[in-house]
């Protein structure tokens, strides 16, 4: 719920206006394990909790395209693979953990990771105000990054959250930094 709320806030309220009241309001959500909420329940992906404090007088109709693993190149597959249609009234976009964790280029990270954000503009009818952006959180705070370098960790996530900052800003996104929020919430 954390995460949800701290979107919510972070964006000054719902993203865009709701869908006519005879449709559902639409939303996408795009990356990898973050999104898709390793071992959790359905209602507990954070996605879905974001959708449950939009609105709760309207349906909203939640469509999550993630998994465990992915890289920037590897959520391109699954989206060609799911096939989206229509137009979303709003589209996040989380993803980059697994390009650092497998020590990808980071250049190569920058334009795949550019090419998502203008497919996400796209599915959201073109408008960029309907697309948030999460920073890639810090895996070294967690119990995972036991006994590996968790400055050089941080000191990665921070060059690929420079980028997807810089990139989202150029296009006009919404941005939510939730890298820096969770390092305080776990060290406090």
């Known amino acids: 719920m954390f995460l949800a709320l701290l979107i919510l806030i972070s964006c000054g309220g719902p993203v865009s206006t709701p869908a006519p009241s005879n449709q559902p309001y639409r939303y996408l959500a795009l990356g990898d394990s973050y999104t898709i909420g390793e071992s959790v329940s359905e209602e507990e992906r954070w996605p879905n909790q ?32 799911a096939n989206p249609q229509g137009t979303y009234d709003m589209v996040s976009l989380l993803i980059g953990v697994n390009n650092q964790y497998r020590g990808y280029d980071i250049n190569e990270y920058r ?20 697309v948030i952006v999460l920073s890639i959180p810090d895996w070294g705070v967690t119990p995972f990054a036991w006994g590996r370098d968790s400055a ?21 996104v919404h941005y939510v930094d939730v890298s820096r929020k969770s390092r305080r919430r776990r060290s406090g």
């Open 50 to 81: 974001l959708a449950a404090l939009v609105d709760s007088s309207k349906e909203i109709d939640v469509t999550i395209i993630a998994r465990t693993g992915w890289t920037t190149s590897e959520l391109w597959e699954g989206i060609q693979a």
């Open 152 to 172: 050089q960790i941080a000191a990665d996530i921070d060059a690929y959250n420079a980028i997807n900052l810089e990139e989202s800003k150029k296009a006009g």
């Open 111 to 130: 334009e795949e990771f550019k090419f998502l954000l203008e497919k996400a503009i796209e599915y959201a009818g073109g408008k960029p105000e309907h």
